[in-house]
């Protein structure tokens, strides 16, 4: 199993940024997954979660209506469209599937999000 993250970088305040996360090792299209997020001195938190074939979301409070997950099937990637970032958006962002009793995670992808 294999996840693969990209597309952090640093955004001034109001800005967006695409996430993505390439999958192998697994058939994609059958499991959730989810996306999370670790600030410094934090412990890491969910952000998004989707289903398998991507009929249901969830989001963590902090980010509904800024943030949307989404996924390409055909493509084995789980995206995180982040829009109107703020300061304490500003994490180590990591994808997640549990498969088979256990978590799998990237290497994540630094957002940082300041002027």
């Known amino acids: 199993v294999q996840l693969v993250e990209s597309g952090g970088g640093l955004v001034q305040p109001g800005g967006s940024l695409r996430l993505s996360c390439a999958v192998s090792?697994?058939?994609?299209?059958?499991?959730?997954m989810s996306w999370y997020r670790q600030a410094p001195g934090k412990e890491r938190e969910l952000v998004a979660h989707?289903?398998?074939?991507?009929?249901?979301?969830n989001y963590a409070d902090s980010v509904k209506g800024r943030f949307t997950i989404s996924r390409d099937n055909a493509k084995s990637t789980v995206y995180l469209q982040m829009n109107s970032l703020k300061p304490e958006d500003t994490a180590v962002y990591y994808c997640?599937?549990?498969?088979?009793?256990?978590?799998?995670w990237g290497q994540g992808t630094q957002v940082t999000v300041s002027s």
């Open positions: 997640n599937v549990h498969y088979h009793f256990n978590d799998y």
């Open positions: 090792g697994f058939t994609f299209s059958s499991y959730a």
């Open positions: 989707i289903t398998s074939d991507g009929s249901s979301t």
